[in-house]
Structure formats: structure tokens, C-alpha cells
């Protein structure tokens, strides 16, 4: 049996914050394999299901991020399932927006979920860092606290899709093939757009011929009409 745990702010006013794209993840992925039954137990919500195969218990922790730990360390007792068999989603600033990277262990990078959790379960825990941008050290608090922008919408809805559809690469241990999923789902936002070949022109204007220097006889009904068809001089 596998832990997925989304990290985020339980309530509605938080529902579109940055730091909430764990729980987004999370829900994203209960929504691709029917997971529907969630339940209030240990701190948070939870739901168990199948995904490939696996049996899997997904957790949004309703402790506020900073104590998630209580949450993950409830349910992971309670079902006897090893730190190795946990996997947590969570925001990442030192990651462009869209970027994917896993790892097991390493440092907590500041972040108040995992410093809540590593002392709880340990550190052998499968990390998925979901990339939502770095804005500088003076933004921190605004930027994870803030919502996505409408303009996030075109990377961050195939990311969420992706996630869900490859989860089951995860479960399996192929990180390397979730993130080569999860990159290819976003690779055309990445990409600046082609630019349109330009449409053939179906007649192209011919260049005029010069008028011929023609010397006008002066006077008589003949000058004034070749004065008229080239001018003269």
C-alpha cells in the first residue's frame, strides 16, 4: 500500500493558493481514477482506491501546512506503511513554474510542510517538487499565499492532467518516466510558438514599364494626343 499526500491549507479562502497545488494534485488525481469516498480521519481527509494495480490511501493533512507531520504520521502508523512507501506533493519555489523534479530525502528547503513532517516519519520519503516560481525573497509570503494567476492556467491545468494520468509510473518507482511524462505535457509552453508560414500570393503585381521618352512634335492635333498617351517634352 502507497501514501500519496498533497500538502496545502485546508479551506475555501486558501482553495487557489500556490502553496496549494499538493491538494490540486491530490484531487486532480482521486478525479482520474474515481477515488470519490474521502473521509474526515487522523488530521485530515482521506479516501482509499486502486490505481494500477496498487492500493493507494490519498491524504489532503487539515492541520495548516506547518503542522502536516501530525497528520502523515497518524495515517502512516495507523496503516503500517514505511516512510519508503510515502509520497508527498508539494509547491516549490527554487522551480520555475511547471518544472517536476523527484527525489527521496534531502532538506526540508525552508519549506514548513516537510519541516513538519521529516521529524515525524524520517526522511526516507519520496518528495514530488512541484515548481511554482521563485518571485524573490522580499515576495515569498505573497507569492505561495497568493492565487494562480489566470495566465498560470496554461501550464498548470496539463500539468495537474499529467500528473493524474502517470501516477501510476510513480507508484511503480519510474520517476524518471514521470518527469519525462509530466515535461512533455508542458514542453509547448515552453516552446515560443511557430510563426505561420506567409500565404502564397495567388498574383503577384508586375512592375510597370517605364514610359518611353518620346519627343512631342510642338503644336497640332497630333502633339496634344501624344502628349496625352506618354507626355512629353
Not at 29 to 47: C, D, E, M, P, Y
Not at 115 to 141: C, W
Amino acid at each position: 500500500m502507497k501514501l500519496l499526500v498533497g500538502l496545502g491549507n485546508p479551506g475555501n479562502q486558501y482553495q487557489g493558493n500556490r502553496h496549494n497545488i499538493g491538494f490540486m494534485a491530490l484531487d486532480a488525481i482521486a478525479r482520474a481514477h474515481g477515488i470519490t469516498q474521502f473521509r474526515t480521519k487522523h488530521s485530515g481527509v482521506l479516501a482509499e482506491g486502486t490505481i494500477g494495480g496498487e492500493k493507494v490511501i490519498l491524504l489532503k493533512p487539515q492541520t495548516f501546512m506547518n503542522r502536516s507531520g501530525d497528520s502523515v504520521q497518524q495515517v502512516a502508523k495507523f496503516y503500517k506503511i514505511e516512510p519508503a512507501d510515502i509520497i508527498v506533493l508539494y509547491d516549490e519555489l527554487d522551480l520555475a513554474p511547471g518544472k517536476v523534479r523527484v527525489k527521496i530525502g534531502g532538506g526540508n528547503g525552508g519549506h514548513n510542510g516537510l519541516r513538519s513532517i521529516d521529524p515525524q516519519i524520517g526522511l526516507n520519503y519520496k518528495r514530488v517538487r512541484l515548481g511554482i516560481g521563485h518571485p524573490g525573497k522580499d515576495y515569498v509570503t505573497h507569492h505561495v499565499l497568493g492565487d494562480f494567476a489566470k495566465a498560470d492556467q496554461v501550464w498548470l491545468d496539463p500539468l495537474l492532467d499529467a500528473i493524474a494520468r502517470h501516477v501510476d509510473l510513480l507508484l511503480k518507482g519510474d520517476d524518471s518516466g514521470f518527469m519525462n511524462k509530466l515535461a512533455l505535457a508542458t514542453k509547448a509552453v515552453d516552446e515560443p510558438e511557430a510563426k505561420p508560414a506567409p500565404k502564397a500570393q495567388s498574383h503577384i503585381r508586375q512592375a510597370r514599364p517605364a514610359k518611353p521618352d518620346v519627343k512631342v512634335p510642338e503644336g497640332g492635333p497630333m502633339a496634344d494626343m501624344l502628349k496625352k498617351l506618354f507626355g512629353g517634352k
